[in-house]
């Protein structure tokens, strides 16, 4: 029988010794306790150690700073430690007196033996800076120590991880364009901190050139920065920002003219460029024929350009990446964005889809160009029209995870009607892309990237009336890659990264209609190829004021069959064939491209820098670059009869800031030398063409230049003036003799001077002019007559040049209402070419006489024959004014 009495009893003595245990480890000073508080007061913090350890505090709250905000972390820490780290960064002293803890003011004096105030404990404080209205990452931001001593930038997503040791320090965050933020830490554990910034209303124009004095970080020369603010301010094209004609503000890279989408970055040519959108390589990034290129300039945050000193983890084109970055959408409230004018206009629309979880951003533009009709001078009309679509969700899973789609729609048709609904000729282009990408933070140090992309461009020349007939031409790849960043320690950033990708190229190829077939038409073969990079690469700070940046790339590059290969004598004639079987893999090369930077603190305010990087490339593009329109593109690969294009570029460069941050100059060389350059025979036939392999001619090239920019970037009028000295040569044994010859980009002087003048109040002007030496040519040295045809005699290679090009462009913008957050609008007026310069792109020595006795070129091969000039211009004097809105 039970004993209520002993139960009784029992079950208090119990209880007595649980409340005696649980007094005894709150009063116990080396229990170890985990706490968290982001820029709470002093003694809300008091309170919460209070409440975790039942020890009472004692203190006069008229002589401590109990108001004041701190952050911290500590995760599995002893009750003294805590108290010593966060109480001596405040000079408060303390002390444990019959079983409380009196705080007083003074020199504090650690009660934890062993621990001192400040050791060599190393801690990492990591998380996200984005726009504080839109939560849009903020790509290249600064991160950095009130003492300038420690600093780091944000990454393409936004993310930033800064390694300190255990210390009291001010963390300041800071980006173009936005208001700076302060924040005071006192660092005892990791710790997470993510900040959102305020847009100033006063925008600040100008390209922000990495490694000013307001980033006391990274001293990479060559690399430039496009923030989507100052995409803003330069002059527009068309009613619309043209992000192809912006790359001309920078000294180094050089357009062809007029119209064109095509670019040149060192002495490189077109094809050695890659653009990217959200990692996708677009292969065409053209429309209306090169005057107007993508992606639509609503849908950008970040465009970031590399011309050398190339980071590791970029490859696959021999002179320049062009890596853009697009909007991620307002994850707070809905809002548009919109621009009419007379050329093109566009629409974009971006909200949350879950409230500061996910959200999305859809850009569209589409032409208005067909009101051109009516000032046609010929008989009949043209249909010409272009549309481009950019879409993009991104969903926050969890604080590590978090995952983006990216998609991008494109397509170029031009049509001409005559006297009927059919359609006599035509050509069109498209391209199509995606990318799923998912982004995980495995802990503060190490962050990982892993990405699925596919694009696809495809080109379509039409030969009959009814479009049934048509030459097409395309390239397409699949990729998946995943890239680690590993925040080893103050000193060293890791990167590493593997990738896998299938390409497949249509040379081009004649589809008919079926049963339709044209006699002596043949099948140009296709190619697959398959190619897998590894790379590394570490970024070391040596000593405080000399930084190394070092690492290595290899690709390895496996075609495939099906496939048809020709092999050639040495007079370059087919002499024999072999037929390449489904999935057998053929010619598998592999690569090495090591890549190294230095750079130096000089001063306060110099630095000093200097790279050596080398790049491979697989991928080649055969085509005509003696105009600037886009061409029938034909894309090939590597293998028998092509090697990779390699190229190596040594450069050096110096880069100054005045006191007050004001200007900012930097001066950069560089020197360039290819293998297995190719350049193509007399009379080359690359359309249509089984054996167009057999139509290019090997050798070495090599390029050199110098580069210098001022720029101003405080005031009401900001700006910069660039100048480029820049030389490609090419020599080939069976080209030109075997003699060097200047490339057909070739352009030693190239000018640029943009500015940009706010009156802070509703006006902003732009104007930018832009000098180019005229392309070269080859022009014939005399002519001869042959049963009644002139014919022309030509000399060395290159030997003549354009007339040289320049033009002026402005543009004034006034906002009809007052500066708003939730609504605003603009009228721009923006005039291309001001004063009218006609810039020749081509010209023609294959002429004859017409009935009025003025020299002629044959055009237009498909049908009659039409007459036009022999030196052609393209663009005039172009006015454009356009509505813009924002709400």
Known sequence: ????????????????????????????????????????????????????????????????????????????QPVKQVLDRIFQPLDISWVFVEQQIILKPGKAVSQDDGIKGKNDSVFTVSGFLRDKATGE??????????????????????????????????????????????????????????????????????????????????????????????????????????IVKSLQAIPGVRTYGDGSSFFFVRGGSRDQNLMMIDEIPIYNPSHVFGFVSIPSPDAINDLQVYKGDFPARYGGRASSVIDIKTREGNVNRFSATGNLCPYASNLSLEGPIVKEKASYHVSGRFSTLNWLNYLADREGEFNLYFYDINGKVNYRLNARNRLFLTLYGGEDV????????????????????????WNHIFGPRLFSNTSLVCSAHHYYLYLSKDQKSYWHSGIQN????????????????????????RYGSDPGNITRPAGEHSEGEVTVSKYQAYEYVAYLSNEQQLTPRLKMDYGIRIPYWQPVGPATIYSFDANHVVIDSTIIAKNKYYRDHLGLEPRIGLSLKAGNHQKIGASYSRMSQSLRQLTYDTGPFTGLDVWTITGPNIKPLIADQVSAGYFQTTTNNSFDFSLEGYYKWY??????????????????????????????????????????????????????????????GGKSYPATFDSPHNICINLSYDTRARWKFSVSWLYMT???????????????????????????????YHRL???????????????????????????????????????????????????????????????????????????????
């Open 675 to 736: 293998q297995n350059y190719f350049d193509y025979a007399d009379h080359a036939n690359l359309l249509f063409n089984p054996y167009l392999e057999g139509e290019l001619r090997f050798g070495q090239a090599f390029a050199y230049g110098l580069e210098l920019m001022l720029r101003k970037t405080q005031g009401k009028l900001n700006g910069w003036v660039g100048y480029a000295y820049s030389r490609s040569f090419a020599e080939i044994p069976e080209v030109n």
């Open 414 to 437: 031009f049509n001409r009607i005559v006297n009927t609904t059919y359609r006599t000729y035509g050509i069109s282009w498209r391209n199509l892309a995606g990318a799923l990408r």
């Open 809 to 887: 462009d402005c543009s004034a913008s006034f906002r009809i209402n007052r500066n708003t957050k939730r609504f605003n609008h603009h009228l721009t007026l923006s005039v291309y070419n001001l004063y009218g310069r006609s810039n020749p792109y081509s010209i023609s020595f294959n002429k004859f006489r017409d009935q009025d006795g003025h020299y002629v070129v044959s055009s237009n091969q498909w049908e009659n024959p039409l007459l036009v000039p022999t030196i052609i211009s393209v663009a005039g004097v172009i006015p454009s004014i356009n509505y813009q809105f924002r709400f």
């Open 478 to 501: 699949i990729t998946i890659k995943t890239d680690l960043t590993c925040f080893i320690n103050p000193s060293n950033t890791f990167r590493g990264g593997i990738a896998a990708t």
């Open 137 to 242: 990452a903020l790509i290249g931001a600064n991160v950095y120590t009130s003492d300038r001593s420690k600093g780091t930038m944000t990454n393409e997503y936004g993310f930033y991880s800064l390694h300190l040791r255990m210390e009291k320090y001010q963390l300041i965050f800071s980006f173009l364009g936005y208001a700076t933020s302060t924040h005071e830490i006192y660092l005892s554990g990791n710790l997470q901190l993510s900040v959102n910034l305020e847009e100033t209303q006063v925008e600040v124009p100008g390209v922000e050139i990495i490694a000013t004095n307001e980033d006391p970080v990274n001293e990479t020369l060559g690399n430039i920065r496009f923030s989507s603010k100052t995409l803003s301010q330069l002059p527009v094209f068309l009613g619309n920002l043209d």
């Open 1 to 76: 029988m039970r004993r209520p009495g002993v139960s009784y009893l029992s079950c208090l003595i119990a209880i007595s010794l649980g409340f005696l245990v649980l007094s005894s480890q709150g009063q116990d000073l080396t229990q170890a306790i985990s706490l968290k508080f982001k820029n709470e007061k002093l003694k809300q913090v008091i309170e919460k150690i209070g409440s975790l350890t039942n020890i009472k505090f004692s203190y006069n709250p008229q002589s401590l700073p109990l108001e004041r905000k701190i952050t911290g972390r500590f995760e599995s």
């Open 774 to 804: 005229g392309n070269p040519y080859t022009a014939p040295i005399g002519f001869y007559s042959y049963n009644g045809y002139t014919i022309p005699v030509y000399g060395e290679k290159n030997n003549q040049r354009h007339p040289d």
